[in-house]
């Protein structure tokens, strides 16, 4: 069942200018990650963060994780339109890796 | 980096038949594969787990004589959606595990399935 939930459900901004998506979890964790889906396309991983990290960085993105809200955030900074996309954040909770409880997803659209 | 394989990119199919989809991890070993499904505009909902020289281990509400997963390699497992149905008509995405947990997982390009 899908546990995370990702507001907002779509956002829409200007080239150069930051986005912030933010995405709620039920469970135990053992990590979370986030993923980008062009239309029609496969997930392309971003970041992952573990339960015992708080913040992270890679390149453009920063990715934070509060595990006593169970919540994450995904900040884009200077967005391009090449960063039009969908954006899912998931949960990895289990013992086996790899199976991943996706949130519903946030629609992102950079307009040049 | 790893890389994830997956055939057909789309396929239509009459009401009635069976649909085979391959995902093959090109160069690393995945004792494990992940089954997704998702439908337009929405979330990906995991369906099964595919193990390896085992059977696949399903999701609730996930039927397993519809949707047959074998894994008889370490590189190949295959999701055949039989007597498929205009319902199944959605967008199926494998994802392999490298079993390193510290890592992202690797997925496939995806499977656009139309049943008409």
């Known amino acids: 069942s899908q546990q995370g939930e990702e507001d907002p459900q779509a956002l829409s901004i200007q080239e150069g200018e930051n986005a912030t998506m933010n995405c709620s979890y039920k469970?135990?964790?053992?990590?979370l990650q986030w993923y980008r889906q062009n239309s029609g396309r496969g997930l392309v991983h971003l970041i992952l963060?573990?339960?015992?990290?708080r913040e992270k960085h890679s390149g453009r993105l920063r990715v934070t994780l509060d595990t006593s809200k169970k919540s994450s955030s995904l900040l884009i900074t200077a967005s391009r339109a090449a960063d039009t996309a969908s954006y899912f954040c998931a949960t990895d909770g289990g013992t086996s890796y790899g199976k991943l409880t996706f949130g519903q997803g946030t629609i992102l659209t950079v307009h040049p | 980096g790893a890389v994830v394989s997956q055939h057909p990119s789309w396929v239509i199919c009459k009401s009635g038949t069976s649909v085979k989809i391959e995902c093959r991890s090109l160069?690393?070993?995945?004792?494990?594969m992940f089954w997704y499904r998702q439908f337009p505009k929405q979330s990906l909902m995991l369906m099964a787990t595919s193990n390896e020289g085992s059977k696949a281990t399903y999701e609730q509400g996930v039927e397993k004589d519809k949707f047959l997963i074998n894994h008889a390699s370490l590189t190949l497992s295959t999701l055949t959606v039989t007597s498929a149905h205009p319902e199944d008509s959605s967008f199926y995405i494998c994802?392999?595990?490298?079993?390193?947990?510290?890592?992202?997982?690797?997925f496939g390009s995806g499977t656009r399935l139309t049943v008409v």
């Open positions: 469970t135990s964790i053992n990590n």
């Open positions: 160069d690393f070993q995945a004792t494990t």
């Open positions: 963060i573990r339960s015992n990290e």
């Open positions: 994802s392999a595990n490298e079993g390193l947990g510290a890592f992202g997982y690797t």
